[in-house]
């Protein structure tokens, strides 16, 4: 990531460029895709994150959104093909940068992301023998218990979303 690019201090900005390969979902021209290794309870969970530093949504191109509803789309679309949830949350929340800066508008601690967590019913699935189960099926997330997928699981889980992304972008 070029400086100009960059906001010194913002935590997703010093985090996208270490983001692993073998975790990558997608990696296109504004956003960058990316398995939440260190909670899979959603088997998917999905960060999809605008590359250049925006903190808030109506800085975005019309371009930079474009590119956020190909990718989401095809996301949702290989997710649903691979994991079969039934359905999705999709959502782009901004509180920690808030909370450590709420008299500050925009708060420049922001980073526009998004969150994309599938949902899924009562059956678990399995996966490189780990079991991934929703953990309150239909109802909202306030709290939960994350589930870290083993180092082997998360690249697998990764790969397959990746090898069938390509399909629907």
Sequence with gaps: MSAELTRPGCEICEILPQ?????????????????????QALLGTTFITLKRHA??????????DTELIIVRNGLVKTLRKVF???TFNFSCLKNDAFKRQPD???????????????????DPIVINGETFRDPAPGRYLATYERQKPSRETAVIIA???RTELGSYL
């Design 159 to 161: 790969q397959t979303i």
């Design 19 to 39: 983001i692993e390969p073998e975790l990558t979902l997608y990696d296109g021209e504004h956003w960058n895709a990316n398995l939440r290794d260190n909670d």
């Design 55 to 64: 903190s808030e949504l109506d800085q975005l191109t019309r371009l930079e």
């Design 84 to 86: 079969a949830p039934k």
């Design 104 to 122: 500050q508008t925009p708060s420049e601690a922001a980073h526009v992301h998004w969150h994309l967590k599938p949902r899924y019913g009562t």
